[in-house]
Every structure is written in C-alpha cells, then in structure tokens.
C-alpha cells in the first residue's frame, strides 16, 4: 500500500523544477548519493549554507546552486562522456569488410541523464556465404533426396547473384533411435522402411555429411551416396539436427561470414519434453557431441527448447531457411516468430522448387536489418531510433532498430539511447549486433556516481579541528558533534534534545530535522526554530507558490510578498492604471480597484464598469412617479427618492425610445462624470386597435369568398363554353351515305288461295 510520504515524494519528482527548486527532487545529505539523482549537483563550498540549513540544501540542481551563489569552482556535477575508441569506415573492400559503425565505445553515464549516439550500417555487396543444407531423410522424403542430389551446382549458381564466394555443405537427420520414435526389433533397425520393397539406412539423429566446402561436385558426390531411412512417429528430430549444425563449428566448418542453414522437411518436429517419452530426462547442454563420423547420438540429451535454440543461432549468427510442406507451414510460421532471423517457404513434395525457395529467402532476410544488444548490465535501457529512408525521418523509439527492404551498398542509420538508473560498480561492457551478421559495437559503460571533490582535510580549521573535511561537511572526530563540530559530546544529552523540542511531548526538530548542540538543523523545505515550519505549505495563485518566485516567499505558512504585491497569495499587484477610466475616475465611479482590476457595483457592469444593467425595470418606477407628477414644476424634488441622484429630462418632438412606463417613453445613460441621466418623452396618441382589426378581418373574409364563387364561376363557364364548341364541331364533321349491302335481300311475299287451282 502506498504511503502518503511515497505520493507526496511522487508527485514532487515530477513537479516543475521552476516550483520545486530542485530541492524536494535532490534531498540527499552526501555527495555520492546526491550525484545518484538525475539532474542534481552538489556544492562543496564550505560557506555556502545559510544558519540553520541542512547539508541536504548542497544537493540541489545546478541552477539552483550558482542562483544561490554556489561559486562555480565548487560545484560537483559530472557530465556524460562519449569517447569513440573505434570508428572506421564502412567498406566493402574483401580483404577488409566493414558493415557496422562505429566498431567500439567508452560512455560514462549519469543515473537518470539519456545518453544518445549514431549507428551505421552497409550490407557489403559480395559478403561471402556459408550454407549448410539440413535434409529431413525420413520415408516420406524419398522422393525429394532424388531431387537433390543434382541442386548443388543450381545453389551455387542462383546465389553468385548475391557473392562469388560460395561454400556449400550437407548433413541429414531423421530421429532418436528409441521407443516410441524408432522400432528397436532387429529387422526394423537394420531396415525402418514400411515396405520390404525398399531398402532403407538405420534412423538416426543427425549426421554431418559433408563439411562446407566451395566444390559443387562434391555435394552431388556425397549427396548422391544417400539413402533414405524412416521412423515410427510423424514429427522428426529437427531441433537436435538443427543445434548439432549450429554449436559444431570446426566440424561443419563456419567462417566468418554470412551464415544460413537450410532447413528442408515434410513434418513437425519434437520439442524439449518429448524425450520424456522415451525416458530421456536431461536437458540438451548446448554443446557439440558429434563422433568421428559425424553422428549424434540423440539418446543421451532431451530435445532443444525453442528458446534454447534461438539463443544458439543468434549468439552463432546464423541465419535459417525453413523449406516446408504446405501441410507444416502454419507449425514453422509460428515457430519463427520466435526465432530471430528466420524465414518460412513452401517447399513443394519433390524439392523441385527449393532453389528458388532459397534464394528467395535470403533476398528476405538480407532486406531486414535488426539492430539489437546483448549482455547488457542490470538497470539499463537501451532505446532505438531508425533512420531507414532521409525522406521519411525517424521512427519512434523502440527497443530495437529495424529497417526493411534495405537493398545492397544502401546505407541505414540508428540512434541509440542509454538510459541507467542505477549506478554500476564497474565498468561494464556489452555489444550491439546486427542480427545474422558477425560483426558487432562493443560499448563500456561507466556510471559518474562517485564524488572527486579534492579538498579532503583532516583536523581542519572549518570543523574546529575536531574533525575532517570532505565535500563541505565536517565528519567530527569522536566524541565531538555539530555541523561544524564545534559542540563536545556529553554523557547526558537530555538537555540538548529538550531545546530541540517545541513541547515536551513534540518530536525532536518536529520530525523534520536533527538536533545539534541543542539547535535544530532542519531537512530542505522546513524551517524555523524547531523546523515546524513547511516552506511549501503556502497557499498558491495559478498553481504557483506565493505567485511565483517574483510575487513573493513562504515564511512558515505565509506567504511574504515583494514589491507592490499584495493578497493573501501574493496575486495582487498593488497599482491602479488599468482601472483609471475617463474623467479621471477610479471604474466610472461605479466600482472599486482590486489586484489593478475593476470590481463593479450593483447593476453596473463591464471592465470600466461603465455600463447599465437591468435600466427599464430599475427606472420604471421612477417613470410612474413622473407620470404622477405632471405638470408639477418641481417633480424633481418630488420624485428624488423613488429616481435617486438622477438628472430628468423630457424631451420634445418625435421620439423612439426603449423603454416605456406611466405614459413615458424613457432611456438611461450614463456620462462619464458618474452621474445617471434619464431622458424621456410623452407617449404619441394612439386609437384603440381592436375595432380596426375586427372590419379588416371580417371584411377580408367577405372579400375572399366573393372572389372565390366568381373565379370558380368563370372557370365554370369556361368549361361550359369549350364542350359546345366540341359538340358543334362534331356534328359538322358527320356524313351519312346510302351504300347497297350486298348480302342484303329484300323479303318476297307469295299469296296463293286453296280454293282457286289452275289447270
């Protein structure tokens, strides 16, 4: 749980130097101490205390300290110190390749204060490469070994776009040769294959086969010698494959140059733990046990762990290929990440793609600068900024330096910035190094804690020869006390204390000091006779002590202001010209001046206090009065106390005016002389308006529905007119014709009578 001392201690840390004075942020009683805080300077001047002040106000800052008349030759406050032991250029000259710069630096740091520098870096363009090809040899790869016994002139020949020299090497691994990995019945030892159709070499764990070397013919050679093996489970003993190749470095054969292994499999691999299965318990050493034929035997160590790994390739500068499977690229992309300088590509199920996978590969990680430390000491802090393109300035600090897409000969540059917040107790050194690259910054570190002051006197008259002198503080002989060792030491200090206490019952120096010779010295910030008074207790104005430092001082709780300030916090500054208004009088004479600032009476406002608030409410009354008092000569006489000190004046002729009462229209000004005049006039006559809007509505009325039933009327009319014309034209327009219908007959009547027959 927080204490109200820790905040209070927090919060004066971090408060403006200008308020704190640099005390309550540098309260060390010795020098050594005082130089461990960031900012802080110490005063060895021996006369430079006031009576009564503590050896915490020599810490202080270096401001502070001359402001104080701390002569310069006094003061102790070291500066951080650069020295560049070496600096050579960047150069891609063969016989003397520099990609890093500068190559070595001493710094010496104050605790707290940042120190920066410049870092440059160039990837020379012809870097020799060592690659070290690593080949999954399990069943399920027999198909790819066909195909790489013929990639090593095709691996030489894509990456002699990058360099001319090239050494190429080759070595394999399936698993550990124990249950539940590999079968240990006799046959499937000798022969792991699954089917009796293939003839297959015992499993084992790694096997360097070919050491690096520059003929590609011997990489056919050997590579064509192969045969495949096999293993009971799916995942494969690349982590044990991959840390043999990295730690062995006489066997395999690494030179100084840029280094890549190429990781090429079909499945996952064990991690640290899996060899529990098999009853391997011992974690991995980190060290080479390959034998004279270059086999490692996997059944004395457990698995690497991953981190164990990546510490490995980045101490050893190896860069690494992961060429896959599609079916296993989502377990190595994750695996990656947390490997530095490594890379993903998928690998198709014949290897026919893996020298284009590898050159590839190596475009990306040679495009990819990462600047990083290792070995840095306990309590400091290394920041990064990046300068990777002019045109698109730095980035903002991180805890490393990182450029991408930085192409061959293309310059990159870092800031860096130390940070220490402890002090060392040596010098201690560490390195910068650019990841995959050999090269690195050492850099020596020295904290400035310890205090050179050189005026050591022993017996010195300054401690009344009863002590020694170190920094401007007495270290008294024993049996002598005192600031300046000037009290002897009795056996009953009761007496002493007793003069030290403001009550019987109070601390000692109020809890704020120490007791010397039966006087108070109090701790920066108090003072008084018993250092019960809080120098920073005062009230303050805009967040600042007694107004600052130039309005006034905290005197035990009260603020004694300087000049002609004035207030309670000295926020007054105690003259008068800004209130002077005109006709030479203080606010209109409608206020009084406080801090050189206008404060208005009732119902007046503005910063001269020169205008009328609320006039027509405030006179109306007055305006009533008058009203009353028509054609009374001395109205006003009559009205002075319902109007107060007013001067009344009617006006004649037309008027507009904003205010009305009694039948007065009436305005309120104000001259500059102070005094309120009232003008006012009668109201015009007036008729009564109700009558005249009541015609105007009622004739409007009548006036719009006569127009209404006239123009619907005509419209009426209109469409009467237009559909007899319509009719007449339509019946001008018939004709009637008389035509024969030819299917027409007319009807044919015969009458014959029975009683008539013809003979």
């Known amino acids: 749980m927080i204490t109200i001392v820790q905040l209070v201690t927090f919060l004066l840390y971090f408060a403006d130097p200008s308020e704190t004075q640099g005390v309550q942020r540098c309260m060390q009683s010795t020098c050594t101490e005082c130089l461990k805080s960031p900012g802080c300077a110490w005063c060895k001047q021996t006369d430079f205390l006031k009576a009564g002040e503590s050896d915490e106000r020599r810490c202080d800052t270096e401001e502070s300290l001359t402001n104080r008349q701390c002569d310069v030759n006094h003061l102790i406050n070291p500066k951080a110190e650069l020295e560049e032991l070496k600096n050579n250029?960047?150069?891609?000259?063969?016989?003397?390749?520099?990609?890093?710069?500068?190559?070595?630096?001493?710094?010496?740091?104050?605790?707290?204060v940042p120190q920066t520098f410049s870092v440059s870096f160039k990837r020379a363009e012809g870097y020799p490469i060592d690659l070290y090809y690593l080949m999954d040899l399990s069943f399920s790869m027999r198909d790819d070994l066909d195909m790489i016994k013929n990639l090593g002139q095709d691996i030489v020949s894509t990456l002699g776009n990058?360099?001319?020299?090239?050494?190429?090497?080759?070595?394999?691994f399936v698993d550990k040769v124990a249950l539940p990995y590999v079968s240990q019945v006799k046959a499937k030892r000798s022969n792991p294959c699954p089917s009796r159709i293939y003839t297959c070499q015992p499993a084992f764990s790694f096997q360097s086969i070919l050491s690096l070397t520059k003929d590609a013919t011997d990489f056919k050679k050997e590579v064509s010698r192969q045969r495949i093996s096999g293993n009971l489970d799916s995942p494969e003993a690349g982590f044990d494959a991959i840390m043999q190749a990295a730690v062995c470095q006489d066997v395999i054969g690494w030179k100084n140059v840029t280094r890549i292994l190429?990781?090429?499999?079909?499945?996952?691999?064990?991690?640290?733990g899996d060899g529990r299965l098999a009853g391997i318990f011992e974690p991995h050493d980190g060290k080479c046990h390959l034998n004279g034929s270059g086999f490692y035997d996997g059944t004395k160590f457990d698995y690497p762990s991953i981190g164990h790994l990546s510490r490995v390739l980045s101490a050893n500068n190896i860069q690494l290929i992961f060429a896959v499977t599609e079916e296993s690229v989502s377990s190595y992309k994750a695996l990656s990440k947390l490997i530095p300088q490594s890379v993903v590509g998928v690998l198709k199920n014949d290897s026919s793609n893996v020298v284009q996978l590898i050159s590839e590969a190596y475009n990306n990680l040679s495009s990819t600068i990462l600047l990083e430390h290792q070995g840095t000491p306990q309590g400091l802090q290394v920041s990064y900024q990046s300068h990777c393109v002019p045109s698109q300035g730095s980035t903002p600090w991180k805890k490393r330096g990182e450029c991408m897409d930085v192409k061959i000969n293309e310059q990159v540059d870092f800031t860096v910035q130390l940070n220490i917040s402890k002090c060392l107790k040596e010098t201690t050194e560490f390195y910068l190094k650019v990841q995959g690259i050999s090269e690195s910054l050492k850099i020596a570190v020295e904290t400035l804690c310890d205090c050179n002051c050189k005026d050591r006197e022993e017996l010195s008259p300054h401690c009344n020869m009863n002590g020694t002198l170190s920094c401007g503080i007495c270290s008294c002989n024993?049996?002598?006390?005192?600031?300046?060792?000037?009290?002897e030491q009795k056996k009953d200090v009761t007496s002493l204390d007793a003069s030290c206490r403001q009550e019987t019952a109070s601390q000692l120096c109020s809890g704020h000091g120490i007791c010397e010779c039966g006087k108070c010295r109090c701790q920066s910030g108090y003072s008084g006779s018993y250092c019960q008074c809080d120098d920073n207790s005062c009230a303050r104005h805009d967040g600042k002590l007694c107004g600052g430092s130039e309005n006034?001082?905290?005197?035990?709780?009260?603020?004694?202001?300087l000049g002609e300030y004035t207030g309670r916090t000295c926020e007054c500054y105690n003259v008068t010209h800004q209130c002077i208004t005109k006709g030479n009088t203080i606010c209109s004479g409608h206020g009084v001046c406080q801090c050189n600032k206008c404060h208005c009476n009732a119902d007046f406002s503005g910063n001269d206090c020169s205008t009328l608030m609320n006039t027509c409410p405030k006179y109306r009354d007055c305006m009533i009065c008058v009203s009353e008092q028509k054609g009374n000569a001395d109205v006003k006489k009559n009205c002075?106390?319902?109007?107060?000190?007013?001067?009344?004046?009617q006006e004649t002729g037309a008027k507009d005016l904003p205010c009305n009462a009694g039948g007065f229209m009436y305005e309120v000004k104000h001259s500059t002389d102070g005094i309120i005049h009232v003008h006012y006039a009668v109201l015009p006559g007036s008729i009564d308006k109700t009558f005249v809007v009541i015609v105007s509505s009622v004739s409007g009325i009548i006036f719009i529905g006569l127009a209404v039933i006239l123009i619907s009327r005509l419209l009426l009319e209109l469409r009467y007119t237009r559909e007899y014309r319509s009719f007449l034209k339509a019946q001008k327009d018939t004709e009637w014709r008389d035509t024969h219908n030819p299917l027409f007959q007319h009807a044919t009547t015969t009458i014959v009578n029975p009683m008539h027959i013809q003979e």
């Open 640 to 649: 002075s106390e319902r109007c107060g000190f007013t001067e009344l004046h």
């Open 262 to 272: 190429v990781y090429t499999s079909d499945d996952t691999f064990h991690m640290a």
């Open 478 to 487: 024993s049996g002598f006390l005192g600031h300046k060792c000037e009290c």
């Open 89 to 112: 250029d960047l150069s891609d000259n063969s016989d003397n390749v520099i990609q890093l710069k500068p190559q070595n630096l001493k710094l010496k740091l104050r605790v707290g």
């Open 162 to 172: 990058f360099t001319t020299n090239i050494r190429i090497g080759f070595g394999s």
């Open 552 to 561: 006034g001082r905290c005197n035990c709780g009260t603020c004694d202001c």
